[in-house]
């Protein structure tokens, strides 16, 4: 089924994790998707958000500049058309 191909292919790798100011996303998608990133605390409070982008199929890398976070535990949500993942940051 499409929508389980989908899932499986988007994968969410971070590096470095942890890092100090910015972090990079890599993920392979099955087709062109609008993404939405946003970033939260530990909380649950959104503390900074990207503008959403189309990106094409395909493997993409995604750098995101943190700096400005203090240092502590994040959860990053990428959210696809169809996906929504979350992934652990750790800024140093």
Known sequence: NEIAENYFRFHVNSYPNPFISSVTLEFDLAETN???????????????????????????????????????IYFCKIKSNENLKTV???KN
């Open 34 to 72: 609008n993404i939405s990133i946003s970033i939260y605390n530990l909380i649950g409070k959104e503390v900074k958000s990207f503008p959403t982008k189309t990106i094409p199929s395909g493997k993409n890398n995604i750098n995101l500049v943190l700096s400005e976070l203090k240092n502590g």
């Open 88 to 90: 652990k940051l750790i």
